[in-house]
């Protein structure tokens, strides 16, 4: 498994950005996958989840913002970032695992993981 994210970028606070989490190898489809993210000078967060059989779970932070969701045909798992705010500038990472088929929150739990994806929230 080799996850890649891409859709970072600066934007806007109340903007939108798209990110995108692409494995090149074999299929993620039973994969729990999730997002997180870095702020500078704070510890990796969990953002979003969301397991092989669709179920999702937010941050409250996030609820009613961001979007995750899955295209197991592209072997792709997007986030979907609107209304977003300065709090949100961060390093993005996405995660992945089979061992527990439920996302869970924790970053131990998840046994691959991507390069990060920067997102600048600016005023």
């Known amino acids: 498994v080799e996850l890649v994210e891409s859709g970072g970028g600066l934007v806007q606070a109340g903007g939108s950005l798209r990110l995108s989490c692409a494995n090149s190898?074999?299929?993620?489809?039973?994969?729990?996958m999730a997002w997180f993210r870095q702020p500078p000078g704070k510890e990796r967060q969990f953002v979003a989840g969301?397991?092989?059989?669709?179920?999702?779970k937010y941050a409250d932070s996030v609820k009613g913002r961001f979007t995750i969701s899955r295209d197991n045909a592209e072997n792709t798992v997007f986030l979907q970032m609107n209304s977003l705010k300065l709090e949100d500038t961060a390093v993005y990472y996405c995660?992945?695992?089979?061992?527990?088929?439920?996302?869970?929150?924790?970053?131990?739990?998840?046994?691959?993981w991507g390069q990060g994806t920067q997102v600048t929230v600016s005023s």
């Open positions: 995660a992945a695992d089979q061992r527990w088929g439920i996302v869970t929150t924790l970053t131990d739990n998840y046994f691959y």
């Open positions: 969301i397991s092989s059989s669709g179920t999702t």
């Open positions: 190898g074999r299929t993620l489809a039973n994969y729990a």
